[in-house]
DNA sequence: TGAAAGACTGAAAATCATTATCAAGAGGCA
DNA sequence: TGCCTCTTGATAATGATTTTCAGTCTTTCA
């Protein structure tokens, strides 16, 4: 059902902006809500290869933007180089813990901290946009 | 003065690796240490080409890398595609609020944050090892 | 129905920042 | 002086991402 409620807003979504609903933007799409993790465009691509092989990497590429647009998606950078992409329709904002040794990213939310970069930035005068904050470590299971 | 530690600071580094103190080197360090701006490799490459225009780019790069190993500098990602560079000696850890609009980056700190921070690794049993925050804005300059 | 206008696509070329390669140039020291 | 190693600049290579382009598919509407 959140399924199917994000399919409806990519349609809507295309639908306003004149684009159209093709094979290959409902196959990335699918492929990237049956998921959770934080996915590079590459692993995506990949992934969506073994469903379809015609497909291009540009598309994958294509498809992802459009969902950042369409707020189905976001980008996040943990610094490894590669651009990853989350879930973002029914997921508020929230940081992450990232596990160095294996690459697991927890999605945590302190709002106490947030409350506190709100604080901060009006100690400074500036209007807040948006803002990331990555706790970078080892998690339990890599502690061994 | 601060300069002047630096300056021994990256001869002592240099040194003790068994590499040369050259006049790029030291032409790189010293425009490096000029300037408060976060530099990408690139601008710090035009700056540097100005005194010595028989100076290569990747001499910036692998100089930059040399501060970096020395402690003298370290990398921050605004988010724009291109790695920039900070003073680290002398530089207690801390964040940024990054304006969108001109770009300037202010360096904060909040004991505040950065205890809860440890708090909420600590929730979930990870071993931090650093963190990075940055809060996206408008400059009180920049909001007209 | 059928033709024009656009949107889409995959492949391949182009970018951008960064890194590696390589041959030539120094520095230090036996 | 000679040799070993470090340095350097130019250039090629890389990796992630974008753009280009020519061919396809849809939609529209006469």
Redesign the interface.
């Known amino acids: 059902m959140t399924d199917h409620s994000e399919r409806k807003i990519f349609g809507d979504f295309l639908a306003e902006k004149g684009l159209r609903d093709t094979a290959q933007r409902e196959l990335i799409l699918e492929e990237f809500l049956r998921r959770e993790q934080h996915l590079t465009a590459e692993e995506l691509y990949d992934i969506v290869k073994q469903r379809d092989r015609t497909i291009g990497q540009a598309t994958v590429y294509r498809v992802l933007k459009l969902l950042c647009d369409a707020k189905l998606a976001r980008e996040v950078?943990f610094?490894d180089g590669a651009r990853r992409y989350e879930h973002e329709f029914g997921h508020e904002h929230h940081d992450h813990?990232v596990?160095?040794s294996c690459g697991k990213a927890?999605e945590?939310l302190?709002p106490?901290?947030e409350t506190?970069?709100r604080a901060?930035?009006e100690r400074?005068?500036?209007?807040?946009?948006?803002?990331?904050?990555?706790?970078?470590?080892?998690?339990?299971e890599c502690?061994g």
């Open positions: 950078d610094g813990l596990c160095t927890i945590v302190d106490a901290i506190l970069q901060l930035a400074y005068r500036f209007t807040l946009a948006n803002h990331e904050m990555y706790l970078y470590g080892t998690c339990p502690q």
